[in-house]
């Protein structure tokens, strides 16, 4: 079965990807977050701590 992703509604241009984290216990968050592909576009989507936030930057981070 083929994936395919929702069309990013701000640019029309990418799609948005979900991207997951683990939480403060090391459980594993699925889709805590979704952005789009067009570097351009910038647009996402996230859940902290049970509130929704959009267009926050998604900064990637190394441990």
């Known amino acids: 079965m083929e994936n395919s992703y ?3 509604l701000k640019c ?3 799609v948005l ?3 997951s984290d683990y ?3 090391g459980s594993s968050l699925r889709y ?3 952005v789009c592909t067009n570097p351009e576009c910038g647009f996402s989507i996230r859940i902290d701590n049970g509130e929704i936030s959009r267009g ?3 900064r990637m981070t190394t441990k």
Do not use: D, T
Request: neutral net charge; contains cysteine; hydrophobic residues 40%.
């Open 6 to 8: 929702p069309a990013c």
């Open 12 to 14: 029309n241009i990418g």
């Open 17 to 19: 990807i979900p991207l």
């Open 23 to 25: 939480g403060r216990e």
């Open 32 to 34: 805590k977050a979704w």
């Open 56 to 58: 926050n930057e998604i």
